[in-house]
């Protein structure tokens, strides 16, 4: 069984630009999450997506904006980037019904430095 | 007010101890609590899952839940150096349609050989 998968890893930005994060979910789950984690804090809800409608946001601006493809991969992307963007981004699935009870499967993440 | 409070540690352990983490939320309508473990630089690993308030055990790992005092509990028996970590506490409940998870700060564990 492929567990989530991110790309890229790494990358290097800067103020101003555009970014895509690309997420596979694990085989069979239907429900994708993507979270923000600057250093020394907690995840912090983006928003969430199930059967590629958005069905949950956090308080986050629009500049953030998702997507979510028949095959249950999604990306994240970020308008004019800022300073405080750089951040560890963590997608997470959930299988069918049990994305409603907080139980994520995380990938390992895409790190994001904005100069 | 956080929704979660969580001290960030770090707690620092002798190999073999027990470990105590601890969360206080304040939402009273969260209703699954789980905890999570993070390496460096890794994404977050599901450890415990619980519902309802009371215990629950898997191998050295047990989740602790009281709602009356909006309070969570990991302990950690016979703590190994591979057990050095940050762990997280989350929360989820329902929020406009849909089951919000807000995750504490993470304590940050190092289990001393």
């Known amino acids: 069984e492929t567990g989530v998968t991110q790309s890229p890893t790494h990358l290097i930005k800067t103020r101003g630009q555009q970014v895509t994060l690309r997420c596979s979910s694990q085989?069979?789950?239907?429900?994708v999450s993507w979270y923000q984690q600057a250093l020394g804090q907690g995840p912090q809800f983006i928003f969430q997506?199930?059967?590629?409608?958005?069905?949950g946001r956090g308080n986050f601006p629009p500049r953030f904006s998702g997507l979510q493809f028949p095959n249950y991969s999604s990306e994240l992307n970020v308008n004019a980037l800022e300073l405080d963007d750089s951040a560890l981004y963590l997608c997470a699935s959930s299988p069918e019904g049990r994305g409603n009870t907080g139980e994520l499967f995380f990938g390992e993440g895409s790190r994001l430095t904005v100069l | 007010q956080k929704e979660v409070e969580q001290d960030p540690g770090p707690l620092s352990v002798p190999e073999g101890a027990i470990v105590s983490l601890n969360c206080t939320y304040s939402?009273?309508?969260?209703?699954?609590f789980m905890w999570y473990r993070q390496y460096s630089r890794k994404g977050p690993e599901l450890l415990m899952y619980t519902y309802s308030s009371g215990n629950k055990e898997d191998g050295r790992f047990t989740a602790q839940v009281d709602k009356s005092s909006k309070y969570i509990s990991l302990f950690i028996r016979d703590s190994q150096p591979s057990d050095s970590a940050t762990y997280l506490c989350a929360m989820s409940g329902n929020s406009g349609g849909y089951q919000k998870v807000t995750f504490g700060i993470g304590t940050k564990l190092q289990v001393i050989p």
């Open positions: 939402n009273s309508a969260f209703q699954y």
């Open positions: 997506y199930y059967r590629e409608e958005e069905n």
């Open positions: 085989s069979g789950h239907n429900t």
